[in-house]
T-cell receptor, first 112, second 111 residues
């Protein structure tokens, strides 16, 4: 089972560049989430989705966009990268509200 | 957003010692969760608590859901080197869709 797959694993961006962090899950989960984890800190929710076509903001959505055109994919878009977006990004999914949350292995992003 | 206060921030212990960490909130939650994150990996669920006062074990791990529904603690007995990692508490928000995480407790176990 692939589970939750994130690509790329590492990326370095210049200030002002844009990129898309990919997230795919093969478990037919309805709920998908994007978190960021700054060094020595906990996870902050960026955006989440409760199903295809439905997305909502989390705690720290500024500077990011998401889409959920299919159940499997939940890409995270950075339009104008800033140094404050240097972080490790985790995608996660679960089938239902009280089901176990499965995490991907993360994307380490540096904006220089 | 909701704040979870997790303590201690870090712990350095000897192999074989017991460990205790806790998490508190100013709001009531109906679901408390404990996760562990190994270096370079995403968090993995250890224990889920759904009922106030509930005490649940998973091997050497024991977690309790506080009776006030505003706190939870995690105990690890007879620690071993592979217990090293960051432990997070998390709560399911009342709307159900969002999961909020604490700041984490970094555990180091010296052999």
């Amino acid at each position: 089972n692939a589970g939750v797959t994130q690509t790329p694993k590492f990326r370095i961006l210049k200030i002002g560049q844009s990129m898309t962090l990919q997230c795919a899950q093969d478990m037919n989960h309805n709920y998908m989430y994007w978190y960021r984890q700054d060094p020595g800190m906990g996870l902050k929710l960026i955006y989440y989705s409760v199903g295809a076509g439905i997305t909502d903001k989390g705690e720290v959505p500024n500077g990011y966009n998401v889409s959920r055109s299919t159940t499997e994919d939940f890409p995270l878009r950075l339009e104008l990268a800033a140094p404050s977006q240097t972080s490790v990004y985790f995608c996660a999914s679960r089938q239902g509200l009280f089901e176990k949350l499965f995490f991907g292995s993360g994307t380490q992003l540096s904006v220089l | 957003g909701q704040q979870l206060n997790q303590s201690p921030q870090s712990m350095f212990i000897q192999e074989g010692e017991d460990v205790s960490m806790n998490c508190t909130s100013s709001s009531i939650f109906n679901t408390w969760l404990w996760y562990k994150q190994d270096p370079g990996e995403g968090p993995v669920l250890l224990i889920a608590l759904y009922k106030a006062g509930e005490l649940t074990s998973n091997g050497r791990l024991t977690a309790q859901f506080g009776i006030t529904r505003k706190d939870s603690f995690l105990n690890i007995s007879a620690s071993i080197p592979s217990d090293v990692g960051i432990y997070f508490c998390a709560v399911q928000e009342t709307s159900g869709s969002r999961l909020t995480f604490g700041e984490g407790t970094q555990l180091t176990v010296n052999p």
